[in-house]
């Protein structure tokens, strides 16, 4: 599916790309709304009923991916909170090794994530794979999220690459509408970002079940 040797960088998303959206999803949906309900006096229902419409007005915007907005706007540690949940922090199948063969293919390998600096932090703690990356960049770091063509704009001032030569995957098909209207060449989603959800589908990106599907076939005789 790829020829690399057409490809110099390869940009990587986190969350439901590089790590099962698993996590992610039971903290805002569940556990959020629990600890939230329990520190108003109501039930975690009425708390979601209330916190809902927010984040889905914020959604794709920087803060909603931001630790710090959250934790003023809901007045709860949202960081502790996490940690509360982190044993579910867990990378997806195949990552390790597909990440050592890019490495073993000498390509600059660049974690580009929408996550706030923190939980990065505590997410590269609960999976030791900060050193496999090149380099790490958040969209807070650019100012904007990765939904925004502005991000990919700043990203080309701080950091050099040819879009032509790279390779993106991430599971949300708005960052990759954003990532391709930039010029980004190659292109790939995550069909099923959440082990616990149901598998997506796109009528022009291809979905990759596993990164596998983007690694030589051993050869097994």
């Known amino acids: 599916m790829i020829d690399w040797d057409e490809v110099d960088t390869v940009f990587l998303d986190m969350?439901?790309?590089?790590?099962?959206?698993?996590f992610d999803n039971h903290f805002w949906l569940e556990h959020v709304p629990l600890r939230f309900g329990q520190r108003h006096g109501i039930s975690t229902g009425?708390?979601?009923?209330?916190?809902?419409p927010k984040m889905t007005q914020l959604r794709g915007q920087l803060d909603w991916y931001c630790t710090t907005f959250w934790s003023k706007e809901l007045d709860l540690p949202i960081i502790e909170l996490k940690r509360e949940v982190s044993h579910l922090i867990k990378a997806r199948a195949h990552v390790e090794s597909f990440l050592k063969?890019?490495?073993?293919?000498?390509k600059r390998i660049v974690l580009f994530t929408n996550a706030h600096e923190d939980t990065l932090a505590l997410k590269m703690e609960k999976t030791g794979l900060e050193a496999q990356f090149d380099k790490t960049i958040t969209s807070h770091s650019l100012g904007h999220a990765k939904e925004v063509q502005a991000a990919w704009s700043v990203l080309d001032r701080v950091y050099d690459f040819d879009p032509d030569r790279a390779l993106f995957i991430d599971d949300s098909f708005s960052v990759l509408d954003s990532a391709r209207a930039h010029g980004i060449a190659r292109l790939?989603?995550?069909?099923?970002?959440d082990s616990g959800g149901d598998p997506l589908s796109h009528p022009h990106y291809t979905l990759l079940d596993s990164f596998e599907q983007i690694m030589p076939r051993r050869n097994t005789s």
């Open 101 to 106: 063969y890019l490495r073993g293919l000498d």
């Open 15 to 22: 969350d439901g790309t590089l790590l099962d959206l698993r």
């Open 188 to 193: 790939f989603g995550i069909k099923m970002p």
């Open 46 to 52: 009425q708390a979601r009923a209330q916190l809902f």
